[in-house]
């Protein structure tokens, strides 16, 4: 049994009553989702059960170094029991999209776009970014765009237009074409407080972009400072806006290249297929 996210692996467990082999995929870091996921009563419970079911699992598999990490931290498996296999993405459909149309809300074809895809979610820290924003008002034709929706939308917005920002960041809401906007942007960004692995840099990564990001969690894994990206420490909004400005005037075309390089060999769904496949010989 292959299991994947905090419910599915307390479910996937009772697999070993039966002598079925479990093999936990974990992805999320404890208690920080566990909690940021369930609420501070659901997520202490549900990571309390994580750990006293810990030895039903055969193998941790995580996502990334950081969160195996965060496993042998907080659970203490036998350091055999713990994997780490990179996700591993269906990559193709990043490749030669046709840039998105940004007229209607504003953003015209020459004006260059800053691209955060994520959940409104205090995880993501996009208090952080919007006072980056701030800081770069003078940058001339400089759109911070952010894909995603959830809690912290009408809060978000009520910033935006505090800092007299409306023009120049711009909440879009759930959108089914990312890959188009990632062809229309000239850069990827993500304030994260923490973070596993995340998909939405992968992505960006594959499409061609740089990635401005902060250090949290697996980031550091997939971001190469000085060749396919920038690095800050969370929490920094500052340091976001100087690596938001560095990355305007650098060679974005070479770190893209090197970017989309990087997330083919290493984060494609392929490679992470093969590793499973000996991973579950291994247990059979």
Same mark, same amino acid.
């Given at each position: 049994?292959?299991?994947?996210?905090? &419910?599915?692996?307390?479910?996937? %467990?009772?697999?070993?009553?039966?002598?079925?082999? =479990?093999?936990?995929? @974990?992805?999320?870091?404890?208690?920080?989702?566990?909690?940021?996921?369930?609420?501070?009563?659901?997520?202490?419970?549900?990571?309390?059960?994580?750990?006293?079911?810990?030895?039903? /699992?055969?193998?941790?598999?995580?996502?990334?170094?950081?969160?195996?990490?965060?496993? &042998?931290?907080?659970? /203490?498996?036998?350091?055999?029991? =713990?994997? =780490?296999?990179?996700?591993?993405?269906?990559?193709?459909?990043?490749?030669?999209?046709?840039?998105?149309?940004?007229?209607?809300?504003? @953003?015209? #074809?020459?004006? &260059?776009?800053?691209?955060?895809?994520?959940?409104? $979610?205090?995880?993501?820290?996009?208090?952080?970014? @919007?006072?980056?924003?701030?800081?770069?008002?003078?940058?001339?034709?400089? $759109?911070?765009?952010?894909?995603?929706?959830?809690?912290?939308?009408?809060?978000?917005?009520?910033?935006?237009? &505090? #800092? #007299?920002?409306?023009?120049? !960041? $711009?909440?879009?809401?759930?959108?089914?074409?990312?890959?188009?906007?990632? *062809?229309?942007?000239?850069?990827?960004?993500?304030?994260?407080?923490? +973070?596993?692995?995340?998909?939405?840099?992968? +992505?960006?990564?594959?499409?061609?972009?740089?990635?401005?990001?902060?250090?949290?969690?697996?980031?550091? +894994?997939?971001?190469?400072?000085?060749?396919?990206?920038?690095?800050?420490?969370?929490?920094?909004? @500052?340091?976001?806006?100087?690596?938001? %400005?560095?990355?305007?005037?650098?060679? %974005?075309?070479?770190?893209?290249?090197?970017?989309?390089?990087? #997330?083919?060999?290493?984060?494609?769904?392929?490679?992470? *297929?093969?590793?499973?496949?000996?991973?579950?010989?291994? !247990?059979?």
């Amino acid at each position: 049994v292959h299991t994947r996210t905090i &419910r599915a692996d307390l479910v996937g %467990r009772a697999a070993a009553l039966r002598g079925v082999p =479990v093999l936990n995929n @974990i992805v999320n870091l404890y208690p920080d989702d566990s909690v940021g996921l369930h609420g501070p009563v659901a997520g202490a419970v549900l990571t309390s059960l994580v750990r006293r079911t810990g030895r039903a /699992a055969r193998l941790l598999v995580a996502n990334a170094e950081a969160v195996a990490a965060n496993v &042998r931290s907080v659970f /203490a498996p036998a350091p055999d029991r =713990v994997r =780490v296999v990179y996700d591993g993405l269906d990559l193709a459909r990043f490749a030669d999209a046709a840039p998105a149309d940004l007229r209607p809300v504003g @953003i015209g #074809a020459a004006d &260059r776009v800053a691209l955060c895809v994520a959940r409104l $979610h205090p995880q993501k820290a996009l208090d952080d970014l @919007i006072a980056a924003a701030a800081l770069l008002r003078n940058e001339g034709g400089l $759109h911070v765009v952010v894909v995603g929706d959830g809690p912290e939308r009408p809060r978000l917005q009520t910033a935006i237009d &505090r #800092a #007299a920002l409306g023009g120049r !960041v $711009h909440l879009l809401g759930r959108r089914d074409d990312i890959p188009a906007l990632l *062809a229309r942007a000239q850069l990827f960004v993500l304030s994260s407080r923490f +973070e596993g692995l995340p998909s939405a840099v992968i +992505e960006a990564m594959a499409a061609g972009l740089p990635v401005v990001a902060t250090t949290a969690g697996g980031v550091p +894994e997939l971001v190469q400072p000085g060749r396919t990206g920038w690095l800050v420490p969370p929490g920094e909004p @500052i340091a976001l806006a100087d690596a938001l %400005r560095d990355a305007l005037g650098a060679d %974005r075309t070479a770190m893209g290249d090197a970017a989309r390089d990087r #997330a083919r060999r290493m984060f494609a769904a392929p490679a992470m *297929a093969g590793r499973f496949a000996d991973l579950y010989s291994e !247990v059979s």
